[in-house]
């Protein structure tokens, strides 16, 4: 199953409730696998950082961000970065998950790279999915997930992941 839940792409409302929620299920004990980012805030004019933490692994966070200069226009993501992020969860996966946690179904996940094959591959294995998606992925994301997408109030994700997982937590 694929919970998912969306908010204002602009907002980090998203990321925090993501980071605050992987928190409170690894606290319990849940085997998580995915990544959750954090944005760190560089100051007034300046655009943020955006690091991923890997879940269930003790590897550093990884920078996904780059800086462009201030009069850039383009997107600063990092795809490399990314890549490697992704291998990283994977490789967490593979050793075993109650939960996936992905910080969204964005761009590049739309375009069928980034988290989307790890998406993919958590399901098949039958491991529940729990993902943000910016209103603007909307379309695509019904297009990947079909039926096993399904829509969770943003106040409900903990109950939702413990449903899913059939223990207590």
Do not use: Y
Not at 45 to 69: E, H, N, T, Y
Not at 86 to 100: S, T
Not at 103 to 121: C, M, P, Q, V, Y
């Amino acid at each position: 199953m694929l919970g998912f839940f969306t908010m204002d792409a602009e907002d980090d409302a998203a990321d925090r409730l993501l980071f605050d929620t992987a928190n409170a299920l690894g606290a319990r004990g849940m085997r998580l696998a995915g990544a959750v980012q954090s944005n760190i805030d560089r100051g007034e004019g300046q655009v943020c950082d955006m690091d991923l933490a890997i879940l269930g692994d003790d590897g550093p966070a990884i920078r996904i961000s780059q800086s462009l200069g201030n009069c850039s226009q383009g997107c600063r993501l990092d795809t490399e970065a990314l890549t490697f992020a992704v291998a990283r969860a994977e490789a967490v996966l593979a050793r075993g998950a109650d939960l996936v946690i992905v910080n969204k179904f964005g761009k590049l996940e739309a375009a069928g790279r980034g988290f989307r094959d790890f998406i993919a591959a958590a399901l098949a294995e039958d491991v529940p999915v729990l993902l943000h998606v910016p209103p603007d992925q909307l379309p695509e994301f019904w297009a990947f997930a079909g039926t096993l997408a399904e829509e969770i109030d943003p106040e409900g994700l903990i109950d939702w992941c413990k449903g899913k997982i059939g223990r207590a937590a």
